[in-house]
């Protein structure tokens, strides 16, 4: 039974990873840091699967658990200090789509992101993802209408970082 | 297009080279252990709830204590200790009640809520302790100057030389510089910790409280 468990699970990670790896490109700003958020959150994963009921989607749960660990539960190591500009390293885009003001903008903004509250974050992940405001609540925990409020100045200090 | 809407047309492109972990991969993540906050707390609070019995039982163990069990207090000592034992049981069932509720898949304001509501039934029974230590310190003493021959013949000898009052001054303000110390300790080492452990949580719930008004 618990073999049968842990092969589901693996298999659903290793599918739906991405998501995973997405938390930890905004909380993190080095490989290292990376693939530790990513421990953890497979652990957390883990530890909640025999209580995971099929209804809800596993991508769906896997934001929450994700964003949980990113925000809460992951206790940040201290012991690294060299911190990378991040895109441009560990996970270069790819050059060819893009001419250089596009580039050069959004280098900018995944900069500014990454200057953003834990919570912030969170509300941008949600909001890159595709998440509507009724999940961006209900994974948060407030209200729509807040969460609405919040984007609205989110985007509106992206806008000043972007043209000051 | 404002800023955060370029930065979703990307993101949604999902062209980035993210690491890619092969099944083996996960599989012994997955037996690794974890090193999250909700452990720390545990096993910290575990500590604390060890400390303070430890404290309790080494105190009963001393040479002056022994001597102080010939004296007639047991009025008083033995709902002292109940009380003592009795508040212990509660906070350790508040803390095991809600450590149980912490769930990594609630909402991230519930999941905070939890975390630190089983952090307060600890810092209760702390609070609880110190108070208890300043009471029972104050209830010890009196005892002492009731029925302790060889102080009550130190302040009878004090007294007779007309020193009663720097007599009862000075052990009143050592037993109080002792507690503060003690306290303060205590307090500063909880300072630590917890500064370093809930801080960043403290912070994020704050923001998230932030959001409602």
Redesign the interface.
């Given at each position: 039974m618990n073999k049968e468990l842990?092969h589901s699970?693996?298999?659903l990670?290793?599918k739906h990873?991405?998501i995973a790896?997405?938390v930890c490109?905004l909380y993190t700003n080095n490989l290292d840091a990376?693939?530790d958020l990513?421990?953890?959150i497979?652990?957390?994963?883990?530890?909640?699967y025999p209580?995971?009921r099929g209804d809800a989607k596993f991508s769906t749960?896997m934001y929450?658990?994700g964003?949980?660990?990113a925000?809460?539960?992951?206790?940040?190591n201290k012991r690294r200090v060299n911190t990378q500009d991040f895109?441009a390293v560990q996970?270069?885009?790819?050059a060819e789509?893009y001419d250089d003001t596009e580039e050069e903008?959004?280098k900018l903004?995944?900069k500014?992101?990454h200057q953003l509250?834990?919570?912030e974050k969170?509300l941008?992940f949600l909001?890159?993802?595709?998440k509507n405001y009724r999940e961006i609540s209900?994974?948060?925990?407030?209200?729509e209408v807040?969460?609405r409020?919040?984007m609205n100045r989110?985007?509106t200090k992206?806008?000043t970082?972007?043209n000051p | 297009m404002?800023?955060?809407d370029?930065?979703?047309k990307?993101?949604?492109?999902?062209?980035?080279?993210?690491?890619?972990?092969?099944?083996n991969e996960?599989?012994k993540?997955?037996l690794?252990?974890?090193?999250?906050?909700?452990k720390?707390i545990f096993i910290i609070s575990l500590l604390e709830f060890v400390f303070w019995t430890l404290i309790s039982f080494f105190l009963k163990d001393t040479k002056s204590m022994q001597r102080f069990e010939q004296f007639d207090a047991d009025t008083i000592l033995i709902p002292l200790a109940i009380i003592g034992y009795v508040v212990l049981a509660y906070f350790f069932y508040i803390f095991f009640r809600n450590y149980r509720t912490i769930?990594?898949?609630?909402?991230?304001?519930?999941?905070?809520e939890n975390?630190l509501k089983t952090r307060r039934a600890v810092k209760q029974y702390v609070g609880f302790n110190l108070i208890y230590l300043v009471i029972a310190t104050v209830v010890v003493l009196f005892i002492e100057f009731d029925q302790d021959q060889q102080l009550i013949n130190q302040a009878q000898q004090a007294s007779a030389n007309g020193d009663v009052f720097k007599f009862y001054a000075t052990i009143i303000i050592t037993t109080a510089i002792f507690l503060a110390i003690a306290i303060g300790l205590l307090l500063l080492f909880y300072w630590l910790v917890y500064g370093i452990?809930l801080g960043?949580?403290n912070?994020?719930y704050t923001?998230?409280k932030k959001?409602?008004v």
């Open positions: 842990e699970f693996v298999e990670l290793e990873q991405n790896h997405k490109r990376h693939n990513f421990q953890e497979t652990i957390q994963l883990w530890k909640a209580k995971f749960w929450r658990v964003l949980n660990t925000i809460t539960l992951y206790r940040k895109d996970f270069k885009i790819k789509d903008q959004l903004l995944y500014a992101v509250n834990d919570i969170a941008v909001y890159l993802e595709d209900e994974t948060m925990g407030i209200s807040n969460a409020v919040k989110i985007k992206l806008r970082i972007l | 404002d800023g955060l370029i930065l979703k990307d993101w949604q492109k999902d062209n980035t080279a993210y690491p890619k972990h092969s099944y996960i599989y993540m997955i690794k252990k974890s090193s999250s906050i909700v720390w769930s990594a898949t609630d909402n991230a304001k519930v999941l905070m975390i452990l960043r949580l912070k994020n923001e998230l959001l409602e």
